[in-house]
């Protein structure tokens, strides 16, 4: 039976994984910049090491409370996606979990529609679940765009 690795992060209080070999680091918060006319569930840029790369408030992103704000954990997670390095703002990305393929389902279809198409999974972890998320899919092609003019 496969398993893999998933970074655990925290958005709204609930459990997210994301598959560890899309995570490049995981990063306190650095100074934000905010850039003027962003979609609203972009923080704005940091530099990380000399690379510009765009900060995603993951909360706003999702249609969630904005529970980041308060957070004392707050992480960046920065992942390498097919548009390049994006930050994720999250509360908190502390732990990675060993997820055995006989513990993820499929999500509910109903559940599910075009906008959503980041719900890559649900993970069952003992008495609790995790959405596994497809961070690629988590913007629309016209926000890639936007993301690259940035």
Do not use: H
């Not at 006319?37 to 972009?42: G, L, Q, R």
């Not at 996606?81 to 509910?108: C, H, M, R, W």
């Amino acid at each position: 039976m496969s398993e893999k690795q998933y970074v655990i992060l925290k958005v709204n209080e609930e459990a997210y994984g994301v598959d560890i070999k899309k995570v490049k680091e995981i990063s306190e918060i650095k100074e934000v910049i905010k850039v003027p006319s962003a979609p609203e569930f972009v923080e704005g840029i940091i530099n990380l090491r000399g690379e510009i790369t765009p900060i995603i408030n993951l909360s706003k992103r999702l249609g969630l409370l904005n529970s980041i704000e308060g957070a004392k954990d707050k992480r960046i997670i920065i992942v390498n996606l097919t548009q390049g390095n994006v930050g994720f703002l999250v509360e908190d990305a502390s732990y990675v979990l060993n997820i055995k393929g006989d513990q993820i389902e499929n999500p509910p279809e109903m559940l599910i529609d075009e906008d959503q198409q980041y719900i890559q999974a649900i993970a069952k972890v003992g008495n609790s679940m995790v959405i596994i998320l497809d961070l690629d899919k988590i913007l629309k092609d016209d926000e890639k765009e936007e993301l690259k003019s940035i």
